[in-house]
């Protein structure tokens, strides 16, 4: 048995059937992060010896009644944060910073039996499409490490797909699970908005980011939801929903299940091959029972910008707070408290940081507010409710993940409008608060990864994953 | 020309729940520095904030005593900026929907008139920390308990004309809040805190002045005389053909002077925006009347309805509500069969100095009604003389001890045996001839020899009126 090509559900399987240990598995895990992260750079931190002290005690604990991923290998997105762990969002501003405490997210894994080996790398603050803009180096595809892995959850990505760790956490704000799951040939699902509790979670846009797994495939997807979503105190805005049992509720069959494909994803700038992957991929949906039929949806053209606007106002503010008083980096040499802010800032944050950092500040500052922030808060509302009315007529909606597979290192950094342009077909998801999910398709003439984006109505996150693993049952019969 | 101040005010009242605005962090004054704290109210990254729920109803009340519109779709906003106090850099607030707006207030002066002034807004917020400069060090240290504290801002409209007025609004302010039970209102630990904003206009001008912002007014004193040197300052200045500039100044109680602190004309954007961490607020309809259902009998009212249900004073009436925790005590003694005026003495004399000696407030107070009142039963049936019974209160009062049983242990009763009593005057008298021929020859003080005598025969404890009557009676007998 080679444990690192079974999914997590297999792992856990093998594990309470003693077929495995807990201790092996994390061996192997840890053995192919010594191997590849000096590669791909997916780990910034990693838990070697902590891991292994876990793994033997959790095999001691073992019963024939362990939860599903007990003993399972994972990592975390380095923006969640861990109990005495340092928690870095992988920017220098973070430097020498030990959360108290934990995301809610994180502990409940833990309590679900989880072996945690280490912390993600990914884009500084989550603000990036390519994983790049990280103050400890780019992540590097391993499908090809010329390539980007894609991002923010690039380490994520990288990470599951290289086998170093079985699941991982990522966060989600603008498609920065689904879009790298995609260029990394692996499943990664963005819950609805408040399934995962935000508790714990180094806000990038608080109305929109959210935590959600990576993994082999959709039904380990389904099992961490099962796991970490539904209400939690500590967060406001989590709801309870219809979680809990969403691993059971796929049964591949899709009858009746109503598919469609909005126009506006299949147009100018879709790379050939993505396109061709996507359409495949609903021709085995409509094997499944499916019906899929093309509409219109001419609002997602207004998304890119009402998302730049909104998430770079609320990231303006959440990173206000790194200013080198209480915690994490401050610079030297400083002569009074106006000079301690700047240049703790200055240095602190990379370029992309700093970027959204004063396009937030600009679109919130008197004078502008009406014209940016106003309005696109109105727009947001709009397309949520465009969103809603299409879901009177499908139960699903099918597009691509991105318009290309993964581009190569740099490309992106060089031309940050492009970069953004790209995030066309994940980032209404998030507006409108849905739950989407990124399933592997085939890959271009070079061999790169593509992805297929289901997305469900608000709530119908078991939905989109009962139709990710129905393509998945149909492409492996 | 004579001249008129305006003046509005800001003011921001600590709300008395146990914990945090949002967190459940203890919100106790005091405690060593950074104690009271958590991941939450110090702006950890990945930290969330989560309302609650005694502040909102702290908020409604305070709305609804000071005639306020509820707004039923309220929110929270942040304002931006960059403060070491301040560990999130922004505080979560309310701009665009504030809980309660255009209320009214309506309070006696000193002079026996009486004033109304507008509320602008009552609005929901967090407190922020406390920097302590440490001179030695040359470092400033920031002290994180403070933060998170629930605070409510009442703004009103700039209805006022002089300090005396503002004083009066705000002694009215703090006895609504304090009867209502969402703040002690104690200006010495900071949570009442009142901004000033004052300008000046020629007498009969319609249109407002520049206005300054005056902060640091921890009392009332320094709220009067920091209104009566800035209008003066305004004044003089218009007069020198200055301008005044629109500006926050602080007072600084030892110069009895303000001076400026940073100018409004390049002032701050706080950059509000909607608070995405906490979802919108509903009140509902049935919320709103339940709440308005719990007011209480405000001190005003009280005041009024002990003159003329009791028959008290008015001063009487004004010391038993002075603080709702002695009206309530008042009114439990009278619920429990006490003459509301004996009550009412007994609580204004020996009640309230055992507080004051013990250094206690009256909603701590160990000594219940019911004891209260078993003493003055005790005095009104003869069984105990006022001045026994001052000493059994003083006895009793600190641990609620019960009345009957240390009179019982001390034998403090009052003797009515009227035979006893007999047996002992005709003693007194068979022994002190002279004393009767005394009064007899006209001499009065000659009674109280002889009644000082039959006291002491019955070891104090005789019941003088019972003791008087009898002397009386056998003297005539003789």
Redesign the interface.
């Known amino acids: 048995m080679e444990l690192l090509d079974l999914t997590a559900l297999q792992l856990g399987e093998a594990i309470r059937r003693g077929e495995t240990t807990i201790p092996a598995a994390t061996q192997a895990a840890l053995d192919r992060v010594a191997a590849e992260n000096p590669q791909n750079n997916a780990y910034i931190t990693v838990l070697g010896q902590q891991a292994m002290e876990r793994a033997e005690r959790l095999q001691a604990a073992l019963t024939p009644d362990s939860p599903p991923l007990y003993g399972v290998p994972m990592g975390l997105k380095d923006n969640l944060c861990t109990r005495d762990i340092p928690t870095t969002c992988a920017s220098k501003i973070l430097g020498g910073f030990t959360p108290p405490y934990s995301a809610t997210a994180a502990e409940r894994l833990e309590e679900a039996g989880a072996v945690l080996l280490g912390k993600l790398n990914m884009d500084e603050f989550a603000m990036g499409s390519t994983s790049e803009t990280s103050c400890f180096g780019p992540v590097k595809n391993p499908r090809d490490l010329e390539r980007v892995p894609g991002g923010s959850s690039g380490g994520a990505a990288a990470a599951v797909a290289a086998g170093m760790g079985w699941y991982a956490l990522g966060s989600d704000t603008g498609g920065s699970i689904r879009q790298p799951a995609s260029y990394c040939g692996v499943t990664g699902m963005k819950p609805t908005y408040g399934a995962v509790s935000r508790y714990g979670l180094i806000a990038y846009a608080s109305s929109l980011d959210q935590i959600g797994p990576l993994a082999r495939d959709a039904r380990d997807c389904a099992a961490i939801l099962d796991q970490i979503a539904g209400a939690d105190r500590h967060d406001a805005t989590s709801v309870a929903g219809p979680y809990g049992n969403v691993l059971a509720s796929l049964d591949g069959d899709l009858r009746g299940v109503r598919v469609g494909l909005p126009q506006e994803c299949f147009g100018q700038g879709l790379d050939e091959a993505v396109e061709r992957a996507v359409r495949a991929f609903a021709k085995a949906l409509e094997a499944r029972g499916a019906t899929v039929e093309e509409f219109s949806l001419p609002i997602m053209d207004y998304a890119v910008p009402t998302y730049y606007i909104l998430a770079c106002a609320e990231a303006s503010s959440n990173l206000a707070r790194f200013d080198g008083v209480k915690y994490g980096w401050r610079a030297e040499g400083y002569e009074d408290l106006t000079d301690l802010y700047n240049k703790t800032r200055t240095q602190g944050f990379g370029w992309e940081a700093k970027r959204r950092i004063l396009l937030g500040t600009f679109v919130l500052s008197s004078g502008y507010f009406d014209a940016y922030y106003k309005k696109a808060l109105q727009v947001k509302a709009v397309i949520a409710a465009a969103y809603r009315a299409a879901f009177e007529r499908f139960d699903l909606l099918l597009t691509p993940v991105a318009p290309t597979a993964a581009p190569r290192l740099g490309e992106s950094l060089s031309d940050p409008l492009k970069m953004y342009l790209s995030d066309i077909y994940t980032v209404p998801v998030n507006l409108a608060g849905l739950p989407g999910v990124s399933v592997p398709c085939g890959a271009d003439e070079a061999g790169l990864p593509i992805g297929a984006q289901l997305i469900g109505p608000a709530m119908g996150d078991a939905m989109v994953l009962k139709a990710a693993d129905a393509y998945q049952r149909e492409v492996r019969a | 020309m004579t001249w008129e101040t305006v003046i509005g005010l800001e003011t921001h009242v600590e709300l008395a729940t146990a914990t945090k605005i949002f967190c459940s962090c203890t919100t106790q004054f005091g405690g060593a520095p950074n104690t009271h704290c958590c991941?939450v109210c110090?702006?950890?990254?990945?930290?969330?904030?989560?309302?609650n729920e005694k502040v909102l109803e702290y908020a409604v009340k305070a709305s609804l005593a000071l005639g306020c519109t509820v707004t039923q779709n309220c929110r929270f906003d942040?304002k931006?900026y960059?403060y070491?106090d301040l560990?999130?850099?922004?505080q979560i607030s309310q701009l665009y929907l504030p809980i309660g707006r255009d209320g009214k207030v309506s309070f006696p002066l000193p002079d026996g008139g009486r004033k109304t002034i507008g509320i602008h807004e009552l609005h929901m917020e967090e407190d922020a920390g406390k920097l302590v400069h440490d001179p030695w060090q040359d470092q400033t240290q920031?002290d994180y308990n403070r933060c998170g504290v629930p605070l409510i801002e009442i703004v009103t409209e700039p209805d006022f004309r002089s300090g005396e007025e503002v004083v009066a609004y705000l002694e009215k302010l703090r006895e609504t809040l304090q009867y209502l039970g969402v703040s002690d209102c104690k200006m010495q630990e900071g949570s009442l805190r009142c901004d000033v904003n004052l300008s000046v206009r020629p007498a009969g001008s319609d249109e407002l002045g520049t206005r300054t912002e005056m902060k640091n007014l921890n009392s009332f004193k320094a709220i009067t005389r920091a209104v009566q040197y800035e209008a003066q300052r305004q004044i003089e200045r218009i007069q020198e053909g200055k301008r005044v500039v629109q500006e926050t100044r602080r007072w600084d109680e030892n110069k009895d002077a303000t001076y400026p602190m940073r100018s409004k004309e390049n002032a701050q954007?706080y950059?509000?925006?909607?608070e995405?961490?906490?979802?919108p607020i509903q009140i509902g309809d049935d919320d709103l009347a339940r709440l308005r259902a719990q007011m209480p009998e405000m001190a005003e009212a009280k005041r009024e309805r002990y003159q003329a249900q009791y028959g008290l004073s008015a001063y009487d009436a004004g010391m038993m509500t002075s603080e709702k925790a002695l009206a309530d005590y008042f009114e439990e003694c009278v619920a429990l069969g006490a003459e509301p005026k004996t009550a009412c003495n007994w609580i204004m004399t020996q009640v309230l100095r055992k507080l004051k000696e013990l250094g206690q407030e009256p909603g701590r107070m160990a000594f219940t009604p019911d004891r209260l009142c078993r003493l003055l039963a005790l005095v009104e049936e003869g069984s105990l003389n006022r001045n026994t019974a001052v000493a059994v209160l003083d006895a009793v009062f600190e641990d609620n001890g019960d009345v009957d049983e240390y009179v019982r242990a001390h034998g403090l009763s009052q003797v009515r045996d009227t035979g006893l009593i007999e047996a002992v005057v005709a003693q007194v008298l068979a022994d002190n001839p002279q004393s009767v021929a005394d009064l007899r020859g006209g001499k009065e003080k000659a009674f109280g020899f002889l009644v000082g005598q039959c006291m002491k025969a019955l070891k104090g404890q005789g019941e003088p009126k019972l003791v008087n009557e009898t002397l009386r009676r056998k003297l005539e007998e003789l």
């Open positions: 991941p110090t702006g950890m990254p990945g930290a969330l904030p989560v309302l942040r931006n960059f070491p560990p999130k850099a922004y920031c954007d950059r509000y925006f909607p995405p961490d906490l979802p």
